[in-house]
């Protein structure tokens, strides 16, 4: 899975404490399918996705969508943004800088050392978003 497997890393150790506070947690990986079977008219959707730029390894970032044009490369860029946004009153993407993208089994080791920086860092872009960060992101 390598470093593009980073988010399931992260979603998975802050999956209970999100939970806890009523927030609905997915691990979809790319199945688009069940993605639109779960989307409810209104939601506050947020996407976790691992991205890679000219940014250090391990930094998290939150975005919107930008239906016109691509906003950074995600590892997994492909998302019908236009139709989602059909159906969610919001959307919001936070991205997790990788060192790579690589066939192996498990995260970089620059990754796995910020692991647990990295999972409080989007525990935190999480309840911006919720309690502050809707408009002003």
Same mark, same amino acid.
């Given at each position: 899975?390598?470093? $593009?497997?980073?988010?399931?890393?992260?979603?998975?150790?802050?999956?209970? +404490?999100?939970?806890?506070?009523?927030i609905?947690?997915?691990?979809? !990986?790319? @199945?688009?399918?069940?993605?639109?079977? /779960?989307?409810? +008219?209104? $939601?506050?959707?947020?996407?976790? @996705?691992?991205?890679? *730029?000219? !940014?250090?390894?391990? !930094?998290?970032?939150?975005?919107? =969508? @930008?239906? *016109?044009?691509?906003? +950074? #490369?995600?590892c997994?860029? %492909?998302? =019908?943004? @236009?139709?989602?946004s059909?159906? #969610?009153?919001?959307?919001?993407?936070?991205g997790?800088?990788?060192e790579?993208?690589?066939?192996?089994?498990?995260? *970089?080791?620059?990754?796995?050392?910020k692991?647990? #920086?990295?999972?409080? $860092?989007?525990?935190? *872009?999480? +309840? %911006? /978003?919720?309690?502050?960060? !809707?408009?002003?992101?």
């Amino acid at each position: 899975m390598g470093d $593009d497997g980073v988010s399931i890393e992260v979603l998975k150790r802050i999956k209970k +404490e999100l939970q806890g506070n009523q927030i609905e947690v997915f691990i979809l !990986e790319t @199945d688009l399918n069940f993605l639109f079977s /779960i989307l409810k +008219e209104d $939601d506050l959707a947020i996407f976790v @996705d691992a991205m890679i *730029s000219s !940014e250090n390894a391990g !930094e998290v970032k939150i975005f919107r =969508p @930008d239906l *016109s044009e691509e906003n +950074e #490369c995600f590892c997994h860029a %492909y998302f =019908p943004w @236009d139709a989602i946004s059909k159906i #969610c009153k919001e959307i919001f993407i936070i991205g997790i800088e990788i060192e790579d993208i690589d066939f192996r089994i498990g995260l *970089s080791e620059k990754l796995q050392d910020k692991i647990e #920086c990295i999972a409080n $860092d989007v525990l935190n *872009s999480i +309840e %911006y /978003i919720l309690t502050k960060g !809707e408009n002003k992101v």
